[in-house]
């Protein structure tokens, strides 16, 4: 396998302007294979397909077509909102993700080719104080950090006498650091993520803060939404999105579309040959029976949880690694497990049962705490295909176009009425 992934490939994914899932209707493959073909996991391609990939980037580039729409993908984590993003027929020009082991697997499952002028940074800061330095774009997306804004994480700060939200010199600050981002280039939309608890963190104003800077400050007209994963993974999580357009467009949450009927659950993601170094230890066990058994004494309900096939899990955290307490599943005769990182995956939308698409390059530790940290992808999907018209009729006020990519296979809803 070459390890830079196959250079001809990608650049003419690039030159034609095509996202993941447009070029597999176009190549008649499907999107797994198209990633084989960019990360170089597939020796050879059929010269055919090189021969056609090539006369669609030839016409595009003869007839002055643009490489669809331009976004960067900030604080991106390991790269849940690129990935609908690309689907309908962006180009990431621009990442960044200061923790090591996140680069580690985002660079894994989205490897450039080496003539890419494709920047991935690390703290944004830098970048931010010099926003030209950043490359033009369309679509800002980012899944800012919300540690700060959290209810784990004001809790924790407070008893440790520590400021937090806005307050907060490491992370609070960063919001503002998206704001002169914003500022400077302007893009004609963004796609904010952040945990629920946002806007009710210091009694509503750090939101109303964020929200003054973007719609008044900035004049962007902004819509928000907290959405809950269930729907289309068998995980009750609750973010909340915060989507603006630079120019007044029709675009409404009330028109997200929703999968009708029961949502997934868990034995759907589960799988069915697990190894047994994921069954809770016979110490942690009885550890966690006898804590749950003291709170349920003392009249609360913190401890475990478990769950079986027919159900749908708690929210994944990123301490999961600790002792997997918040989702426990049940084995019948024997003690309960944790989730192994690939069902993780795909309680998150990285990928559905039986694939093994998404590279998990890092230990089982820092893939709990990618995973807990991540978008649910699916959920990210629905509001890429709601914001995408309205995108492709801004850059048509320009004179440009996006590429008609087809919609994601495997995990679009079903048609339904919005929620």
């Known amino acids: 396998m070459d390890p830079t992934g196959n250079t001809e490939f ?10 993941i899932e447009e070029a597999s209707g176009l190549l ?40 669809g729409f331009r976004f960067v993908d900030l604080f991106a984590g390991i790269g849940g909102l690129r990935l609908p993003f690309e689907e309908i027929g962006g180009r990431c020009v621009f990442s960044s993700e200061w923790d090591r082991f996140c680069r580690e697997t985002y660079s894994a499952n989205f490897p450039e080719p080496a003539d890419s002028d494709h920047e991935f940074a690390g703290d944004i800061r830098p970048w931010a104080a010099e926003p030209q330095t950043i ?35 490491t992370q609070g600050t960063l919001f503002y650091d998206l704001a002169r981002i914003l500022e400077h280039h302007r893009p004609p939309a ?23 800077v973007l719609g008044h400050d900035l004049g962007y007209n902004v819509s928000t939404r907290v959405i809950d994963s269930s729907p289309w993974v068998p995980q009750k999580r ?12 029709s675009f409404g949450f009330d028109r ?34 006898e804590y749950k058994e003291r709170h349920r004494r003392a009249g609360n309900g913190f401890g475990y949880s478990l769950f079986g ?54 230990s089982d530790t820092q893939a709990y705490r990618q995973f807990g940290n991540a978008v649910v992808v699916p959920v990210v999907r629905a509001v890429a295909q709601l914001m995408k018209p309205h995108i492709a009729d801004l850059l048509a006020r320009e004179g440009r176009e996006v590429p008609s990519a087809r919609q994601a296979e495997f995990l679009l809803p079903e048609p339904a009425l919005a929620g």
């Open 190 to 212: 963004f796609l904010l993520e952040n945990v629920r608890n946002l806007e009710r963190h210091d009694r509503g104003r750090t939101f109303a803060t964020i929200m003054h």
């Open 309 to 362: 096939p027919d159900d749908v899990t708690r929210t994944l955290s990123a301490r999961y690694h600790k002792d997997g307490s918040e989702i426990l599943v049940r084995q019948r005769d024997r003690r309960p497990r944790r989730l192994t990182p690939r069902e993780c995956a795909r309680l998150m939308g990285f990928e559905k049962q039986g694939e093994t698409g998404f590279r998990i390059p890092v």
């Open 10 to 19: 990608s650049g003419l994914i690039s030159r034609a302007g095509l996202g």
């Open 238 to 249: 609750e973010r909340i999105f915060i989507v603006g357009f630079r120019e007044r467009t």
């Open 28 to 67: 008649g493959v499907s999107s797994r294979t198209v990633r084989r073909y960019i990360k170089g996991e597939t020796k050879r391609i059929d010269p055919l397909k090189l021969l056609l990939l090539r006369e669609v980037a030839d016409d595009r580039c003869r007839d002055g077509s643009p490489e």
């Open 135 to 169: 490359p033009k774009h369309d679509v800002l997306l980012a899944g800012f950090p919300c540690q700060p804004f959290s209810i784990a994480g004001v809790s924790k700060k407070n008893a440790l006498g520590r400021p937090h939200g806005f307050l907060c010199d």
């Open 256 to 289: 997200l579309a929703i999968p009708a009927g029961p949502g997934p659950v868990l034995g759907s993601i589960l799988e069915t040959v697990v190894d047994p170094k994921y069954t809770l230890t016979a110490h942690l066990w009885n550890y966690l029976q």
